[in-house]
């Protein structure tokens, strides 16, 4: 059975889900360096307004964040689930967990920039394409 937990205490996690979040992250595509991920994983989850973690046997097997001013608005942001563990409701869970959250803090306004083969999976869970709205991203000259 999987149990969700948001992270209150990073400094509190031990290396081994350390270890598990990093492979989550390195799993993704969205880390490249070799250096040791402890501080900039603790950092990371510190500088967000929440970070779920999803655990099946005492092993991390999903993450997701949401950043936020707040107040009023909030990005939900890293969501990924294991291989092995997708297609059985985790990643939805973590999607609803993180908006219930968001909801109960009294941000209003949530929104996630998906990666182009997760459309259709936050479209599922209520997510719509906003009209007349591109995201960009600021590229190094």
């Not at 655990?55 to 294991?82: L, W």
């Not at 936050?122 to 000259?141: H, I, K, W």
Request: hydrophobic share 40%; charged share 20%.
């Amino acid at each position: 059975m999987t149990e969700y937990c948001f992270v209150t205490q990073p400094d509190t996690l031990e290396a081994t889900e350390i270890e598990d979040i990093h492979s989550l992250y390195a799993s993704a595509g969205w880390w490249d360096s070799e250096d040791d991920p402890t501080a900039h994983i603790l950092d990371l989850i510190r500088g967000s307004h929440c970070f779920l973690i999803a655990a099946e046997k005492g092993r991390i097997v999903g993450i997701g964040r949401a950043i936020s001013d707040r107040i009023s608005d909030a990005y939900i942001q890293d969501v990924t689930v294991a291989k092995e563990y997708r297609l059985q409701g985790i990643g939805l869970n973590i999607i609803k967990q993180l908006v219930s959250r968001l909801r109960g803090d009294g941000i209003g306004w949530v929104g996630v920039i998906a990666e182009s083969n997760s459309h259709a999976f936050y479209e599922n869970v209520g997510f719509r394409s906003m009209v007349n709205c591109t995201p960009l991203l600021l590229q190094d000259a």
